[in-house]
Every structure is written in C-alpha cells, then in structure tokens.
Nanobody, 126 residues
Framework: QVQLVESGGGLVQAGGSLRLSCAASGRTFSIYAMGWFRQAPGKERELVAAISVRASMTYYADYVKGRFTISRDDAKNTVYLQMNSLQPEDPAVYYC???????????????????WGQGTQVTVSS
C-alpha cells in the first residue's frame, strides 16, 4: 500500500508561483507513472499533469500548459508540480496519485490513477 504526502500549497497572489511536492512511500516509486490532480469545491477531481516512468513523457491539461511543470526525483521518491502564473481559476485541493499499473511509458487523460493522499490547498488572491 502506497502512502502519499502532498505539501507546498498555500496562499499566493495572482501571477505568483508555488511548488508542490508529493513524497511517496510503501511501494517502489520509480516504476509507476505519477499524476497531479485538483479538485475545487463543487467540482469533480481533474487531472492536471502526469509524468511517465523515467520521465520520458509528460501530459498537461490544456488550461495549465505553459504555466505548470511536472517533474520527478526517483532517488527521493518525490514528484513535483511547479506552478507559475497562478490564476484565480487555479485554487483547489491538489492531490498526487500513482498509476494503477507499473511501467507505463505513455500517459494521458485516460491513464488510471489511484491511492490518494490528503492533498494540499492552493489559494490564489486576485
């Protein structure tokens, strides 16, 4: 069973930046693709970005392309989400999750993720 701890959220002004971290334990981290999701009040959880094993491929939702960057450090069992140019529509609880199956080299909107952490809150002031 994998354990996930997200951190790095907070309050930032519009146009500002945050770097989210997700530390994983309890399972071999490097063989799983990872995803970052967000859920705003009253909305469904949505995939923001994903990264394949060995970081050979990344995926971004259209509304974060050019602003957010996902990366991973397998030596630290950690996946990151660098968020720049934060906008008033970005506030949400952000979660990370691993792929349900290992060794996936291609990631996208249809990749199945699971095993959620507690999330980290991102708030943007205008």
């Amino acid at each position: 069973q994998v354990q996930l701890v997200e951190s790095g959220g907070g309050l930032v002004q519009a146009g500002g930046s945050l770097r989210l971290s997700c530390a994983a334990s309890g399972r071999t981290f490097s063989i799983y693709a990872m995803g970052w999701f967000r859920q705003a009040p009253g909305k469904e959880r949505e995939l923001v970005a994903a990264i394949s094993v060995r970081a050979s491929m990344t995926y971004y939702a259209d509304y974060v392309k050019g602003r957010f960057t996902i990366s991973r450090d397998d030596a630290k069992n950690t996946v990151y989400l660098q968020m720049n140019s934060l906008q008033p529509e970005d506030p949400a609880v952000y979660y990370c999750a691993p792929d349900l199956v290992p060794y996936r080299a291609v990631v996208g909107a249809g990749t199945p993720f699971g095993s959620w952490g507690q999330g980290t809150q991102v708030t943007v002031s205008s």
